[in-house]
T-cell receptor, first 112, second 114 residues
Framework: DQQVKQNSPSLSVQEGRISILNCDYTNSMFDYFLWYKKYPAEGPTFLISISSIKDKNEDGRFTVFLNKSAKHLSLHIVPSQPGDSAVYFCAAGGGGADGLTFGKGTHLIIQP | DVKVTQSSRYLVKRTGEKVFLECVQDMDHENMFWYRQDPGLGLRLIYFSYDVKMKEKGDIPEGYSVSREKKERFSLILESASTNQTSMYLC?????????????FGPGTRLTVT
């Protein structure tokens, strides 16, 4: 059973516009959520995180929103840049699981 | 800056061979993890370790074993490589401190088993 779901395998956004990546989870015991970015042939790099006691965390162009009642989080990238083209993984920590539980990823493509 | 290194970026092995993947981290992290990444499946946890000589099975441990003889080093062993173990293997580490969930990843090893 997939506890962290990213339902969009890919997303195409024009340069300069907002990119919104979505993630849903089923385990209400998760207490920490993270976004990782991955380029081909490289390991994932940590992007931004949010604790379950918050509903928003912002870092430069990146903002993560958490809606606990809906068990949903989203990553907003504004403005989108060509270097943002990558696979983005949503991950959750806690909930009785060891380590992190990852979604399957969303491939973000920024069009010039 | 945390650095996690993996012994090989690309590896080609034959079916039935014993394969060793090495991972070293330089931040004195207690926790270390091995994942595999496959298209459409995301990252799946193979094994992890909370301390030297400690190991725990993840979600897909079959066909793999691990070794952690030193704190900074975590090895993944494919006892008898099979073609379905062709994948990208990622090592990660994290502290047991304030932010135990923020894992730092190595560059990955692309393993092909023929």
């Amino acid at each position: 059973d997939q506890q962290v779901k990213q339902n969009s395998p890919s997303l195409s956004v024009q340069e300069g516009r907002i990119s919104i990546l979505n993630c849903d989870y089923t385990n209400s015991m998760f207490d920490y959520f993270l976004w990782y970015k991955k380029y081909p042939a490289e390991g994932p790099t940590f992007l931004i995180s949010i604790s379950s006691i918050k509903d928003k965390n912002e870092d430069g162009r990146f903002t993560v929103f958490l809606n606990k009642s809906a068990k949903h989080l989203s990553l907003h990238i504004v403005p989108s840049q060509p270097g943002d083209s990558a696979v983005y993984f949503c991950a959750a920590g806690g909930g009785g699981a060891d380590g992190l539980t990852f979604g399957k990823g969303t491939h973000l493509i920024i069009q010039p | 800056d945390v650095k996690v290194t993996q012994s090989s970026r690309y590896l080609v092995k034959r079916t039935g061979e014993k394969v060793f993947l090495e991972c070293v981290q330089d931040m004195d992290h207690e926790n270390m993890f091995w994942y595999r990444q496959d298209p459409g499946l995301g990252l799946r946890l193979i094994y992890f370790s909370y301390d030297v000589k400690m190991k725990e099975k993840g979600d897909i441990p079959e066909g793999y074993s691990v070794s952690r003889e030193k704190k900074e080093r975590f090895s993944l062993i494919l006892e008898s490589a099979s073609t379905n173990q062709t994948s990208m293997y990622l090592c990660a580490s994290t502290t047991q401190g304030r932010y135990p969930y923020e894992q730092y990843f190595g560059p990955g090893t692309r393993l092909t088993v023929t």
